[in-house]
């Protein structure tokens, strides 16, 4: 009931309230009591507490803006350039193997089409089963590395945006900035306040690769490795 009422829109609070449901006539013994209304709780709550008194505190500093193309670092960046053609090559050869998959069992099932006149009832069944089970595996097994791509593909943006958010940081505090907007929300900027250039080439220092996870190989199935070079850290272990 609390969780049903803290999920109502404050609006309901100014809207009437419906009468409370007649008791039940005498005579029905077993009737479920009517819910509480709104009326009938607000009615039997103590008072608010008072709230605190404010002290008027030092004026906020005046705002100095900064914006940045975050599409711009994530495309430009070299780690970022990296991961897309590593993926997009393991994105390939999975789409390559579903369609040498489909072929196969397309041909299966022609094959099967073309012996059926021959084969016994039993036969035909078990065939069937061996073209369901083979296609439900294929089905499986192509799914599970899809997700493995994508989440290397996560695995891989969070190490970028992490480090991305520390650069932007660092060159706000440098250009005494306390505001940083997306460019592409800005209708009209300069060039002195753009530092979309600074951050790629700071990020491109500091971060020129990242830890891929080898092919085939889930992020979860990644042992973290305490200081860890981005160079060798996503290397399989011997």
Same mark, same amino acid.
């Given at each position: 009931m609390v969780t049903a009422l803290l999920s109502l829109p404050l609006c309901a609070l100014a809207q009437p309230v419906a009468s409370p449901t007649p008791p039940p006539a005498a005579g029905q013994a077993g009737t479920e009591p009517p819910p509480l209304t709104l009326e009938q709780i607000l009615a039997r709550l103590p008072p608010p507490p008072p709230l605190p008194p404010m002290v008027s505190g030092a004026a906020p500093p005046a705002i100095v803006t900064g %914006?940045?193309?975050?599409?711009?670092?994530? +495309?430009?960046?070299?780690?970022?350039? !990296? %991961?897309?053609?590593?993926?997009?090559?393991? +994105?390939?050869?999975?789409?390559?193997? !579903?369609?040498?998959?489909?072929q196969s069992l397309h041909d299966l099932d022609q094959q099967l089409a073309n012996d059926r006149p021959k084969l016994s009832a039993e036969q035909v069944r078990v065939r069937e089963r061996e073209l369901q089970d083979r296609l439900n595996d294929s089905r499986r097994r192509f799914a599970t590395r899809d997700?493995?791509?994508?989440?290397a593909g996560q695995f891989c943006l969070v190490q970028i945006q992490r480090e991305m958010t520390a650069v932007v940081?660092?060159?706000?505090?440098?250009?005494?900035?306390?505001?940083?907007?997306?460019?592409e929300q800005v209708v009209l900027s300069t060039g002195d306040v753009d530092i979309t250039a600074q951050v790629l080439d700071i990020l491109n220092k500091v971060l020129p690769s990242v830890i891929i996870p080898p092919d085939g190989v889930a992020v979860l199935d990644l042992k973290p490795v305490a200081g860890s070079k981005p160079a060798d850290a996503g290397q399989p272990k011997h």
């Amino acid at each position: 009931m609390v969780t049903a009422l803290l999920s109502l829109p404050l609006c309901a609070l100014a809207q009437p309230v419906a009468s409370p449901t007649p008791p039940p006539a005498a005579g029905q013994a077993g009737t479920e009591p009517p819910p509480l209304t709104l009326e009938q709780i607000l009615a039997r709550l103590p008072p608010p507490p008072p709230l605190p008194p404010m002290v008027s505190g030092a004026a906020p500093p005046a705002i100095v803006t900064g %914006v940045l193309s975050i599409p711009d670092v994530m +495309r430009i960046a070299v780690a970022a350039q !990296e %991961v897309d053609k590593v993926l997009g090559a393991r +994105r390939q050869k999975l789409t390559d193997d !579903e369609q040498k998959e489909q072929q196969s069992l397309h041909d299966l099932d022609q094959q099967l089409a073309n012996d059926r006149p021959k084969l016994s009832a039993e036969q035909v069944r078990v065939r069937e089963r061996e073209l369901q089970d083979r296609l439900n595996d294929s089905r499986r097994r192509f799914a599970t590395r899809d997700r493995i791509i994508q989440d290397a593909g996560q695995f891989c943006l969070v190490q970028i945006q992490r480090e991305m958010t520390a650069v932007v940081q660092l060159v706000a505090a440098e250009r005494n900035m306390n505001f940083i907007v997306r460019r592409e929300q800005v209708v009209l900027s300069t060039g002195d306040v753009d530092i979309t250039a600074q951050v790629l080439d700071i990020l491109n220092k500091v971060l020129p690769s990242v830890i891929i996870p080898p092919d085939g190989v889930a992020v979860l199935d990644l042992k973290p490795v305490a200081g860890s070079k981005p160079a060798d850290a996503g290397q399989p272990k011997h």
